[in-house]
């Protein structure tokens, strides 16, 4: 169990717990049918990750103590995969955007589920993806991450992923630099990363 703090420092949250797994480049979620490949300098969280869930924590692989220098663009990222079918955004980008720009869909982004703590900076669609730039005034989804988020929403192989991108509460980053993250995530995903430079 593990949790962020300024500093990019991965602690042991509970002492005592059992040696966590070592990071890794890349983990096969939901049986293999989608493989969460980390950006330049990232790793996959294996002991935050839940693959069989489809659910993979990244992070610069120099916080999870892989000895590796730090990337210039810190942050942690969190994938979700749905169930087989689940995968209807190309059909529906200009719904989902009508509803992220919603209440309801403020509520949806909410790590509590209160709308009002909700502010979406902006939504954009393209090559059947959805995504929302969005602050987030509630606890963070892990301790020591900033409040502003970039989320997207994709269909790969069928399935609905939801791929989110947050900077350190001490270290923010910049809306191009989230974006950027965001995007080397989803390639990764996609199996077509290319390392570019991040646009602040």
Known sequence: MRSVVPGLIWAAAVAGCAAAPPPVKSLALVGGAINATAPAGYCVDPGASQPDAGFAVMAPCATLGSGDAAPDVLGVATIQVGLPGSGTVAENQSALMDIL????????????????????????????????HFNDDGAPPI????????????????????????????????????????????????GNDKPTDPET
């Open 101 to 132: 720009n919603s209440d309801t869909g403020a509520g949806l982004l909410s790590t509590t589920g209160a709308a009002v703590e909700i502010t979406v900076i902006g939504t954009a669609s393209e090559d059947n993806t959805v995504t929302v």
């Open 143 to 190: 301790d020591g991450l900033a409040g502003e988020e970039w989320r997207a929403f994709t269909d790969i192989n069928g399935r609905l992923v939801t791929v989110a991108v947050r900077g350190l509460a001490s270290a923010p980053m910049g809306e191009g630099t989230g974006f950027w993250l965001l995007g080397r995530v989803i390639n990764g995903l996609l």
